[in-house]
């Protein structure tokens, strides 16, 4: 069994269309999902200096995979400084700094410095050059708490949130940065299970994490209008690392975590959505001049202080409001 992967750039982070050049994309994401996950385990225990490692394994298959790159390993990101990258790659359109990580201690912020100075240099030789960033990173770790001040957040979590904050630098002297993320467990999209609760009749269809396949939504929903409900769906998953989905099938509802716990619930109707979120209740006059009905409802959640019957109709022309939204209560903790 080989390595899962998973991956995004800064821009798809941020809902917007990625950059990043599918075929670099493509032979980057091949050269770590073809490590075994039995090699995986004795290439992380060696040393950077060993002739054997995990890093190498990868420059390895990427030349392999590609032998039309040119692949420069231990390339200083400028002549003025002394700060290297583990690989620069050159595709002759497009040339990319990559930065590969293993531990719960990296430095990304310093590495996203190297990828902005790596690309500001050479465009200073040559102005139309195109320059990305790319990071090989953990997926199923644990980053120490003083980097992501945050004590659950594996890499690919964390840089997946420190792309929406690289997204307000104007300019982002590199165009875009991918996000990949490596692990020994299967990338959430690729995993369903189905369990029935003790209720007679209600059956619930559960993500362990990520989302359940479309298909299964459109099955389930028959009848229903889907077309919001997907649009949503698909840009959370792009932009929460951690996203766990649920859907309660007798009550045509979908439930959302990226934490411990539960943080919305879309509840799907003929004329619209209505949500209930975790946010504070007194938020509902912002959300009122964002253009959506409040229609508080009183069940559990709202006894626990949510956010809840925020009604969205289905053409609506502020989905991506919605998102937003929904990306306040699941990015809280």
């Not at 890093?55 to 400028?78: F, G």
């Not at 497009?94 to 410095?113: H, P, Y």
């Not at 007798?250 to 959505?273: E, H, I």
Request: contains cysteine; glycine residues 6%; hydrophobic residues 35%.
């Amino acid at each position: 069994m080989n390595l899962c992967v998973r991956s995004v750039t800064v821009r798809e982070v941020a809902g917007n269309v990625g950059r990043f050049p599918k075929r670099i994309r493509d032979v980057i994401c091949r050269a770590v999902e073809t490590i075994s996950q039995t090699e995986f385990q004795g290439l992380l225990a060696k040393k950077e200096a060993d002739p054997e490692n995990f890093d190498s394994r990868i420059e390895q298959n990427l030349r392999k995979l590609d032998p039309s790159l040119a692949i420069r390993p231990a390339s200083p990101v400028s002549p003025a400084v002394r700060f290297n990258s583990d690989l620069i790659i050159d595709a002759g359109n497009a040339e990319v700094c990559l930065e590969i990580e293993k531990g719960q201690t990296s430095r990304f912020e310093l590495d996203v410095l190297k990828m902005q100075a790596f690309a500001s240099h050479l465009k200073r030789k040559r102005p139309k050059r195109r320059c990305f960033g790319a990071f090989i990173v953990p997926m199923d770790n644990v980053v120490a708490r003083h980097i992501s001040g945050n004590s659950k957040e594996s890499s690919y979590r964390y840089l997946s949130r420190l792309a929406r904050l690289l997204l307000e630098i104007d300019p982002l002297v590199i165009e875009d940065i991918l996000v990949l993320g490596y692990g020994l467990t299967a990338p959430a999209s690729q995993r369903e299970t189905r369990t029935r609760s003790t209720s007679p009749g209600k059956s619930i269809v559960r993500s362990e994490s990520g989302l359940l396949p479309d298909d299964v939504i459109e099955r389930e929903l028959r009848g229903y209008p889907t077309e919001l409900v997907l649009y949503l769906r698909k840009r959370l998953a792009e932009r929460c690392t951690g996203l766990r989905e649920k859907l309660n099938v007798r009550q045509r509802y979908l439930g959302y975590a990226a934490g411990p716990s539960d943080a919305m619930y879309v509840y799907v109707q003929k004329q619209c959505l209505v949500l209930d979120i975790r946010l504070p209740a007194n938020r509902a006059s912002e959300v009122v001049r964002r253009g959506f009905q409040v229609k508080r409802r009183d069940n559990y959640q709202a006894k626990r202080g949510w956010l809840t019957g925020v009604r969205v109709p289905h053409g609506t022309d502020k989905r991506d409001l919605l998102v937003e939204l929904a990306l306040d209560a699941l990015q809280a903790e």
